[in-house]
């Protein structure tokens, strides 16, 4: 993550709010579907999938498959660029060592939390670069792009009186607050600098850089293949 103070390309930080990244910009004419997911990151789906990449990965390819046709056609009709933007983390570098597990996407018995995350993180990155591609070669009017938030301050541990005040008492010196965290997505769905922007990773409302396995096309091509089979879905 860039130190809070150290601007980008972009002329935004770490420290640039949601509010900062959007100021000035119209979205009234503009229509978002804003998708949340389940945390459960140390169970197994009841149909032998593993919950991070079914809930991670799988529910938010098959949603935006369901969304194309839909998009291209609104795109085509309005002369509007298209934008996809898919949360990512800087976690897809902790994630197995073959990055994705595709023989053991259900293997209880060597199910690690943080490889696991790690994983369904790096497939979020993956299926943004391969759609980024096939949107190319199409001629499709629709971008592409992952991204991580950054480390936010949220009330997600409100119930762990402790480690809750711990976080918030050290958490506000090195964690973004919410409109911080949420300036990046809004960054690459709204702002004039993203437009035509396609097949990148952002990170501090800058574009920035996976790990070597996230600029792995092959394994992004596989990856897709894997998750139509999945999900019973057609090529595009």
Request: hydrophobic share 35%.
């Given at each position: 993550?860039?130190?809070?103070?150290?601007?980008?390309?972009?002329?935004?930080?770490?420290?640039?709010?949601?509010?900062q990244?959007?100021?000035?910009?119209?979205?009234?004419?503009?229509?978002?579907?804003?998708?949340?997911?389940?945390?459960?990151?140390?169970?197994?789906?009841?149909?032998?999938?593993?919950?991070?990449?079914?809930?991670?990965h799988?529910?938010?390819?098959?949603?935006?498959?369901?969304?194309?046709?839909?998009?291209?056609?609104?795109?085509?009709?309005?002369?509007t660029?298209?934008?996809?933007?898919?949360?990512?983390?800087?976690?897809?570098?902790?994630a197995?060592?073959?990055?994705?597990?595709?023989?053991?996407?259900?293997?209880e018995?060597?199910y690690?939390?943080?490889?696991?995350?790690?994983?369904?993180?790096?497939?979020?990155?993956?299926?943004?670069?391969?759609?980024?591609?096939?949107?190319k070669?199409?001629g499709?009017?629709?971008?592409?792009?992952?991204?991580?938030?950054?480390?936010?301050?949220?009330?997600?541990?409100?119930?762990?009186?402790?480690?809750?005040?711990?976080?918030?008492?050290?958490?506000?010196?090195?964690?973004?607050?919410?409109?911080?965290?949420a300036?990046?997505?809004?960054?690459?769905?709204?702002?004039?600098?993203?437009?035509?922007?396609?097949?990148?990773?952002?990170?501090?409302?800058?574009?920035?850089?996976?790990?070597?396995?996230?600029?792995?096309?092959?394994?992004?091509?596989?990856?897709?293949?894997?998750?139509?089979?999945?999900?019973?879905?057609?090529e595009l």
């Open positions: 993550m860039w130190p809070f103070w150290w601007k980008g390309a972009s002329g935004f930080s770490a420290h640039s709010t949601a509010e990244v959007t100021h000035g910009i119209d979205g009234t004419a503009l229509t978002a579907i804003i998708t949340g997911i389940m945390a459960c990151p140390y169970t197994l789906s009841s149909d032998n999938i593993e919950l991070q990449f079914a809930t991670n799988l529910g938010h390819f098959l949603l935006t498959n369901l969304l194309l046709d839909t998009m291209k056609k609104t795109g085509n009709e309005s002369n660029e298209g934008r996809i933007v898919i949360l990512s983390s800087e976690g897809h570098r902790y197995y060592r073959e990055g994705i597990r595709f023989d053991k996407i259900n293997d018995a060597s690690n939390t943080l490889q696991a995350y790690g994983q369904s993180k790096l497939c979020n990155i993956l299926h943004a670069t391969e759609l980024a591609r096939q949107f070669e199409q499709v009017n629709i971008t592409v792009n992952s991204l991580h938030p950054g480390s936010i301050m949220t009330n997600l541990l409100r119930y762990h009186s402790f480690i809750n005040t711990l976080g918030n008492a050290v958490g506000k010196y090195v964690l973004k607050s919410i409109p911080q965290g300036a990046t997505t809004c960054y690459a769905a709204l702002h004039p600098q993203a437009k035509g922007v396609s097949g990148e990773y952002l990170m501090d409302n800058n574009i920035s850089s996976p790990n070597s396995q996230g600029k792995d096309t092959d394994l992004a091509k596989k990856l897709w293949e894997f998750s139509l089979s999945l999900t019973g879905e057609e």
